[in-house]
């Protein structure tokens, strides 16, 4: 695991007693105790309890627009699966499952490719 991820994982773990209840916290950096809303505290518990918790990554998305048509790409990190969505101008949704090798972020980052919304991926996915 990458220094950053782990940092982040301490910071984010403070949030949470040894059961997955929401504790109370200070912030460091400014000293001020804050309590998590209730919204945003029920995303951070299913982020905590679907993939912190495992030890897992979440998929990493990216969008690139072509003259008449969109590629959409979603790319599992931990396993190099993922899924390719092309979006034609009519509307249809072609639907791709790929496997990829390790230098798929480098490939993509050559091929022009941004990083994107899940949402938006996921809302076409749905259409495909």
Known sequence: MHLQSQNFKAKFLRFFDKNGRFLQSVDKNSHRKFFLDSDLGSLMKFFYLSVMKKGKS???YF???FDDYQV???VDSDT???IELIIHPDGKVEKTE???DEEIFEDLEVDEFKLSNPLEFELYLTKA
Do not use: D, H, I, Y
Request: no cysteine.
């Open 58 to 60: 979440s998929p990493q």
């Open 63 to 65: 969008k690139r627009v």
């Open 72 to 74: 959409l790409v979603k």
């Open 80 to 82: 190099f699966t993922g």
């Open 98 to 100: 790929l496997e990829f």
